[in-house]
C-alpha cells in the first residue's frame, strides 16, 4: 500500500451546494481518522448543471454534475471527488485515467413525500385528484403515475433546502406545491429527517441505480492517493453497485432515462437484483428480478437482468416507443 506523503495537501473536488459539501466534509473527516496528520483541501466547484435552472436533459443529462469535476481530476487540479453514483452515466465509460477507488456504505436508498409547513396530510393517497407533486427525477415521475395518474407530477430543481422553501411557499414559483418527493438520505444529511411524512418502500418506489452511495474517485495513477482512499472501501456496497451499473450500461441507461435498479445482499450471502424501466408517464414499464445463484458474481447478474429487461422491451421504452 502506497503511504499518503505527510508534506501533500489532499484536493477533494465537490460542487458547492450544501449538500455536496457536507458529503464532502464527512469524507475528508473519515480520512482524518485514516491519516490523522493530513491536509484537506476542499475546492468547490459551480457546475453548468448547477447553474442550468431548465430541463437537464436539453442540457446533457445529470452527468454534467460530475464531467467539469472529472476533467479538473484529470488535469491535476484536485486529486480526488467525491460523486452521488446515482449521478454518475451508465452509458458512456469511465474518463480516461480516473477509477472509483471507493465506495462509502450505503445510506438509505428510499425516497419520502414531504408536504407544506402545517399541512395535516402524511400519504400520497391523502392527497386530491390534480394535486401537484413536485420530484426533479423521471423515474421518480413514472412510479407515481402508476399508482396515481391523476395527480400532476411537475419538476422542480435545486438545492434541497431550496425546494423545500418552494414547496412551503417561501419561494416563489409558477406552481403551488402539494406535495415533494426527495431521497430519504439527502434530508439526513442536511438534518431535515423530521420533514418527511411517507417514507416509500423499495417495492412502491424502486431507487435509483447507484441510489444513498458515495463513490470516491481518483486517478489510476495516482498510487498513494487511491491506497488512501481504499480503506474507506466498503465491499457489500461496492459489490452491488457493481451490479446495478453492469445492469445500467447494458441498457445504455443515462441520468434521464427512466430506469431504476436496486441490489441486496441477502442474509444467505446470495445477491439479488431488481431491476425497472418505465415509459415517461409510467403507463409502461418492464421488471426483472433474478439472484445471483451459484456464481454470485454482480457482472454476471448485472448482465442477466439487463437482458431480460431487454427481451421483454425496454429498448423501445427506453426510445419512447413502449410497443
Not at 103 to 108: A, E, H, Q, V
Not at 217 to 244: F, I, Q, Y
Not at 258 to 274: F, K, N, Y
Request: aromatic residues 4%; proline residues 5%.
Amino acid at each position: 500500500m502506497n503511504n499518503f506523503p505527510a508534506d501533500r495537501t489532499l484536493r477533494i473536488g465537490t460542487r458547492s451546494s450544501p449538500m455536496a459539501l457536507a458529503q464532502a466534509h464527512m469524507v475528508a473527516d473519515l480520512l482524518r481518522k485514516e491519516e490523522a496528520e493530513i491536509q484537506v483541501e476542499l475546492v468547490p466547484v459551480t457546475t453548468e448543471a448547477d447553474l442550468w435552472q431548465g430541463d437537464l436533459a436539453q442540457l446533457g443529462g445529470k452527468g454534467l454534475y460530475v464531467k467539469q469535476i472529472d476533467t479538473m481530476l484529470q488535469r491535476g487540479e484536485v486529486d480526488m471527488a467525491v460523486h452521488c453514483v446515482k449521478d454518475v452515466p451508465g452509458d458512456q465509460p469511465m474518463p480516461q485515467g480516473l477509477v472509483f477507488a471507493a465506495y462509502l456504505p450505503r445510506d438509505d436508498v428510499r425516497d419520502v413525500l414531504l408536504f407544506p409547513e402545517g399541512s395535516e396530510m402524511q400519504r400520497l393517497d391523502d392527497l386530491p385528484p390534480g394535486a401537484a407533486v413536485a420530484t426533479s427525477a423521471v423515474r421518480r415521475k413514472a412510479q407515481v403515475n402508476r399508482v396515481r395518474p391523476d395527480l400532476n407530477v411537475v419538476r422542480v430543481r435545486g438545492a434541497v433546502g431550496t425546494r423545500i422553501e418552494k414547496l412551503d411557499g417561501k419561494k416563489k414559483i409558477d406552481t403551488r406545491l402539494d406535495a415533494m418527493i426527495l431521497a430519504t438520505s439527502g434530508l439526513e444529511r442536511l438534518g431535515l429527517s423530521h420533514r418527511g411524512r411517507q417514507v416509500f418502500t423499495v417495492q412502491e418506489m424502486l431507487p435509483a441505480v447507484g441510489a444513498g452511495v458515495l463513490g470516491l474517485e481518483c486517478r489510476h495513477d495516482d498510487g498513494s492517493v487511491a491506497g488512501l482512499l481504499s480503506r474507506l472501501n466498503h465491499d457489500r456496497t461496492m459489490t452491488e453497485v457493481t451490479a446495478e451499473r453492469v445492469m445500467l450500461h447494458g441498457l445504455r441507461g443515462h441520468c434521464n432515462s427512466p430506469i431504476a435498479g436496486h441490489c441486496v445482499t441477502e442474509p444467505d450471502g446470495q445477491l439479488s437484483l431488481r431491476g425497472m424501466v418505465f415509459s415517461r408517464d409510467g403507463a409502461k414499464f418492464v421488471h426483472a428480478h433474478i439472484w445471483g445463484e451459484s456464481s454470485n458474481d454482480p457482472g454476471t447478474l448485472g448482465a442477466r437482468v439487463s437482458a431480460e429487461l431487454l427481451r421483454q422491451g425496454a429498448r423501445g421504452i427506453i426510445a419512447g416507443n413502449p410497443y
